[in-house]
């Protein structure tokens, strides 16, 4: 029997050294991730793109994949705005587009990622300021976010990309510190692999926080491609028993579907093989 349901990423255009696997309409990618094996579709886009939900929920009706999760990393990459930013018109906007994701998440019945979204803390500032910033506008994004029945995400992400939650304790003891309602721990084999000093205590700690799970291996191509020990973590992952997603988000070498296909195959080669503690 199988784990949990495994997806992965998409965008309807990403440049090659996205980590992004399959590029094109997202009802083809649902039919492409169908015949490919997974059960859900990561969905990379902006916040103002404009879907034909009839459609796509059609679509995925009828292929057996879902839209695992909205991805809102574009809003700060490509739109310049950030939930930290000194700026109440910058800070304004990132909240008013998190909005826009939040009704997308709900007409697709789904769930929103918060990455680079939270944006970065200037360099030789006292951080208090920036982290009371983002508590107030995270509680107000997860709030309405819950009154849709949308989960909010916050992915965890390597020192060398952003310095807000770089650990996984650093992220559990904010959302523990200002108890914000509705929002979960999203955490990334490849950004673990770098920050965490053990990455099997780390997602044993989340417990029921743990609402997301990137999976790739350490030189961010597909798993099983590099040196991550993928089986202790999937056993981690089954001690706290999280029912989530596996999405793979990894570099599309040689080619998105070979690497999907290369990722699932190993994946599950890795089942038969968890083990937990007791």
Same mark, same amino acid.
């Given at each position: ?123 030789? !500032?006292?951080?208090?300021?920036? #982290? %009371?910033? /983002? ?5 107000? @994004?997860? =709030? *309405? ?112 579907? !070979?690497?999907?296909?290369?990722? #699932? %195959?190993? /994946? ?5 093989? @968890?083990? =937990? *503690?007791?």
């Amino acid at each position: 029997m199988q784990a949990w349901s495994y997806a992965l990423s998409s965008a309807h255009y990403a440049p090659a050294t996205a980590p992004i696997l399959l590029r094109g309409d997202v009802c083809l990618n649902l039919k492409t991730a169908a015949a490919l094996g997974y059960q859900g579709l990561e969905l990379h886009t902006r916040e103002d793109v404009q879907l034909d939900y009839d459609t796509i929920i059609g679509t995925s009706a009828d292929c057996g994949v879902s839209v695992a999760a909205v991805v809102t990393g574009w809003l700060n990459t490509q739109g310049g705005v950030s939930l930290v930013d000194d700026r109440p018109y910058i800070s304004h906007a990132a909240i008013e587009g998190m909005r826009n994701y939040i009704k997308m998440a709900a007409r697709l019945k789904t769930n929103v990622i918060i990455g680079w979204i939270k944006g970065l803390i200037p360099e030789g !500032t006292d951080p208090q300021p920036y #982290l %009371e910033r /983002l508590a107030g506008n995270l509680t107000m @994004i997860c =709030t *309405e976010a819950r009154e849709q029945g949308v989960k909010i995400f916050v992915e965890v992400i390597n020192r060398y990309e952003t310095n807000i939650f770089t650990t996984v304790r650093e992220a559990m003891d904010f959302l523990g510190s200002w108890e914000i309602p509705n929002c979960y721990i999203h955490l990334d084999t490849f950004h673990m692999n770098i920050g965490e000093s053990n990455p099997v205590e780390a997602i044993r700690s989340c417990g029921e926080r743990l609402g997301y799970f990137h999976v790739a291996d350490n030189t961010r191509l597909y798993p099983g491609s590099g040196i991550i020990d993928f089986r202790s973590y999937f056993s981690a992952l089954k001690e706290i028993g999280y029912k989530g997603f596996v999405s793979v988000e990894c570099l599309p070498y040689p080619d998105g579907e !070979t690497a999907a296909r290369r990722a #699932l %195959e190993y /994946l599950k080669q890795c089942e038969p093989e @968890i083990r =937990t *503690e007791g």
